[in-house]
């Protein structure tokens, strides 16, 4: 399969301006826009991010023949539940960061509690919208409030996070630190692709179930190496957040197990896997999911 690599594929920017659009109608039909608390979901929900994980579930929607507007509320629900996390990944008590995509993290700009509290409420945002959508059938949207919880619950993100927090300082293989992401980061890509396909709601075969995941295990992955290569080769500036911090908080990284030239080797081969998973998809076109693989690798933030 050979399509051309872009920086950010052209489909991007109308995807973004759609998902925004709906995340902050989510978020004021979900909540008092006046409180201090709206007002730190809003923070941290509406300040940019580069939406990988919504515009996933879309392209896929697209792959499987759906529009984007039965769509895009699983989408949202998806950013709902990655924005609680990064407020929380950044707490005092976890990562302890100051920065997250050019600004101060949550807790920095408004405070602990009501960042911790921002984080809970996002998360149950997520599930409400999932629940309130009423052009997909009551089976349907169990499924996906289903398959939503188990990624990112105690058995997925997590169970990744659990990993990562106790990972530090500690000498790991590169087998743990692939389990270690492929809950933190994977198992939300994951949903988000899935969920992207479950859109359409007719029956999936065994093949189309298999290769998205092992598409979406490998840009999972990718997706991680590329972090930990920019962390080591970028600045604080490009990355909107904290340059050098996981050598800081001594975290294992791709680079600190293979090298970089070895994390660069594994990042293509990631690549390469995910467009192989895409070929299987017969009759369906992945351009976009194709594309998406070329910028996870080739992204400068």
């Known amino acids: 399969m050979s399509t051309p690599i872009i920086d950010t594929p052209s489909f991007f920017e109308p995807f973004r301006s759609k998902i925004n659009e709906t995340l902050q109608t989510l978020l004021a039909t979900q909540t008092d826009l006046d409180s201090r608390l709206s007002k730190a979901i809003q923070y941290s929900t509406l300040s940019g991010g580069k939406r990988i994980r919504p515009i996933l579930t879309l392209a896929t929607a697209q792959c499987f023949g759906t529009p984007i507007e039965k769509a895009i509320v699983p989408a949202c629900a998806v950013e709902l539940i990655h924005a609680y996390s990064l407020i929380h990944d950044d707490l005092p008590a976890m990562d302890n960061d100051d ?64 990993i990562d927090f106790d990972s530090v300082g500690k000498n790991i293989t590169l087998v743990m630190l692939e389990n270690m992401h492929r809950h933190k980061t994977g198992a939300l890509i994951e949903a988000s692709i899935l969920l992207g396909a479950h859109c359409n709601e007719s029956t999936l075969s065994e093949l189309e179930i298999s290769s998205l995941k092992q598409y979406a295990d490998a840009i999972g992955l990718a997706f991680q190496v ?47 896997t995910a467009l192989d998973s895409l070929a299987k998809l017969s009759g369906r076109d992945s351009t976009a999911l194709s594309q998406i693989s070329h910028f996870i690798i080739n992204r400068s933030q």
């Open 99 to 162: 920065l997250r995509r050019g600004l101060p993290t949550c807790h920095k700009a408004f405070d602990d509690a009501t960042a911790i509290l921002a984080g809970d409420a996002l998360q149950s945002m997520a599930f409400e919208a999932l629940a309130s959508i009423d052009h997909i059938s009551a089976d349907h949207r169990l499924n996906m409030i289903r398959l939503l919880a188990k990624s990112s619950g105690p058995t997925g993100m997590v169970l990744g996070q659990a």
């Open 226 to 272: 590329k972090d930990d290569i920019l962390d080591v080769v970028s600045d604080t500036q490009t990355l909107g957040k904290m340059q050098g911090a996981d050598a800081a908080l001594n975290k294992p990284t791709y680079p600190s197990l293979l090298g970089l030239s070895g994390a660069r080797d594994k990042l293509q081969s990631l690549h390469e």
